[in-house]
């Protein structure tokens, strides 16, 4: 049962990951998907009220 867990925590990481991502990169920013990863909707928004950097 602990390694469903894992897997589910991987999977969400990684969707959380791209998600931030894609923010990063609209934004004119690079990297962001450890944000995602390790933090998760936390992540998301950190990178969401970041300031944007496109000039």
């Given at each position: 049962?602990?390694i469903?867990?894992?897997i589910?925590?991987?999977?969400?990481?990684?969707?959380?990951?791209?998600?931030?991502?894609?923010i990063?990169?609209?934004?004119?920013m690079e990297g962001?998907?450890?944000?995602?990863?390790?933090?998760?909707?936390?992540g998301i928004?950190?990178v969401?009220?970041?300031p944007?950097?496109?000039?």
């Amino acid at each position: 049962m602990e390694i469903a867990y894992l897997i589910g925590y991987l999977v969400v990481g990684v969707i959380c990951g791209f998600i931030t991502k894609a923010i990063t990169n609209n934004r004119g920013m690079e990297g962001g998907f450890w944000w995602g990863f390790f933090l998760g909707i936390i992540g998301i928004i950190i990178v969401a009220v970041r300031p944007n950097d496109k000039k």
